[in-house]
């Protein structure tokens, strides 16, 4: 018995005796660190915050991820892009404020960085701030010769009783046009515009040689494959106005710009978020398209509540009173469907676009055959090519409904753009610019049809 007491003793000892040591030791290796202790008394408020700030954005992330990868889809390395990146700045910034040793870090708040990424962000539908619209048009400014000449060129529509889009050159900067009225302007116009032209008319002569006809067309090819089928037609136009690219001249039916002004903060997005109820809204009028959205929309209904409003649906919310659907949408909703009638490339219209009006707090749900990912921001909208059926697109949309910081996060990236107005006036400067250079942009289209409609859309391939 005795000897068993005098063990316990000892260990008794000898671990009072290794909790001083460990007591030094500690006392000692913080004395030892003043560069530690001083890192750690400096850090303000502010650092706290942002460490804060930092961690819940890492964890939307993370979340928004595991969501993503959660058998969603068939393509969502597009919509991981962004967070992935944004992610990464976030594990730095956290470790490094972590170290109590770390560098004071210089690039502010992950927020910060995100928001002037966003800023940067360059395409060919968002209108650089410092440029005027007319010049995004590179083709235009490649050819162009500055002339002394102050004449003015004339333009004028072959078939203004059908159409006729509002042309004015007032703000075109370079150089001076007019329009003329339809009965007397096609003897001595410089240029005659070309609208929807059935394919059993002819074309007109051309009044002189340096009469340039140009075809100006904003439908998508599936609604309006009777125009222009007749041969005669070939090798009449000498430019194309459409809303593609390649055109001669280019009009994309709106532009985005950056939103240089106060964006909101997230917070004053949650609360606005916070009172939303409603799923999905969707304003249609054309109820039977090539490219069946109806039929999307039905099948997504199973799985989400989604409102239909106009000719399509069974609520209304007239035109005349844009401003107060859009407040609706802003108030009441979390997503809106801008579906378009035709999977036609390049094809985006203002179903879009209005999405991004300054106070419009909703997140667009898109469909259709734009590269939408390529060319407008990532994470600023929701793109059903990135997901297998409708059924896993509300999921997805479900899941955003349940998180409102994954959600809040969408429309914080969102605020950062605005719609900057119709592509009109740009286009017109660039028809303008051209007549006071014909030579340098004399060509022709030798089969108007193939380049109009050939290879630019396709059918439905939903289910």
């Known amino acids: 018995m005795g000897s068993i007491k005098a063990a316990a003793f000892q260990s008794l000892l000898l671990f009072l005796l290794l909790g001083v040591v460990g007591i030094l030791l500690t006392f000692h290796g913080n004395s030892a660190s003043p560069q530690a202790v001083r890192g750690e008394t400096e850090r303000s408020q502010t650092e706290v915050s942002q460490y804060n ?72 539908y968002i209108l650089p701030d410092s440029e005027v619209p007319y010049v995004a048009n590179s083709d235009v400014a490649k050819h162009d010769r500055k002339s002394k000449e102050r004449e003015q060129k004339t333009v004028v529509w072959f078939n203004a009783d059908r159409f006729r889009a509002v042309l004015t050159f007032e703000m075109c900067p370079d150089h001076e046009c007019k329009m003329l009225s339809p009965d007397k302007g096609l003897a001595s116009a410089d240029a005659v515009l070309f609208h929807g032209v059935d394919g059993r008319e002819m074309p007109p002569p051309r009044s002189h040689p340096d009469q340039a006809f140009v075809m100006y067309d904003m439908e998508s090819p599936m609604k309006v494959s009777h125009w222009y089928w007749a041969d005669e037609w070939n090798g009449v136009f000498n430019w194309t106005w459409t809303y593609r690219r390649d055109s001669d001249i280019w009009e994309p039916l709106f532009y985005l710009a950056h939103n240089t002004g106060k964006i909101p903060t997230k917070s004053s997005l949650k609360e606005l978020a916070r009172k939303k109820t409603k799923a999905a809204a969707w304003f249609v009028s054309d109820c039977d398209v090539p490219s069946r959205r109806e039929e999307y929309v039905r099948e997504l209904q199973k799985y989400i509540h989604v409102d239909v409003f106009g000719e399509c649906g069974n609520l209304t919310c007239s035109r005349k009173h844009r401003g107060e659907c859009f407040d609706m949408l802003s108030r009441d909703y979390y997503f809106y469907l801008s579906f378009e009638n035709a999977f036609c490339a390049e094809y985006v219209t203002e179903k879009f676009f209005f999405m991004f009006n300054e106070d419009v707090h909703v997140i667009p749900v898109v469909l259709g ?95």
């Open 53 to 124: 700030e930092d961690a819940s954005a890492l964890a939307w992330d993370r979340n928004v991820l595991s969501v993503l990868d959660s058998n969603f889809g068939r393509n969502t390395a597009v919509m991981k892009s962004g967070i992935d990146s944004s992610r990464d700045m976030r594990e730095r910034h956290i470790s490094a404020q972590s170290n109590p040793d770390s560098p004071v870090l210089e690039l502010g708040t992950s927020a910060d960085r995100e928001h002037a990424t966003l800023l940067n962000f360059k395409s060919p």
């Open 369 to 463: 055959a734009a590269d939408y990912d390529s060319v407008f921001p990532a994470n600023t909208f929701i793109n059903t090519a990135s997901f297998s059926s409708p059924r896993d697109l509300a999921r997805f949309l479900n899941a955003l409904m349940a998180d409102p910081d994954l959600y809040v996060w969408y429309l914080w990236r969102k605020a950062h753009f605005k719609n900057a107005g119709r592509g009109i006036q740009a286009a017109a400067c660039n028809l303008c610019r051209r007549l006071h250079n014909v030579n340098g942009y004399r060509k022709s289209y030798p089969d108007i049809k193939a380049w109009r409609f050939e290879g630019q859309c396709r059918a439905p391939n939903y289910f």
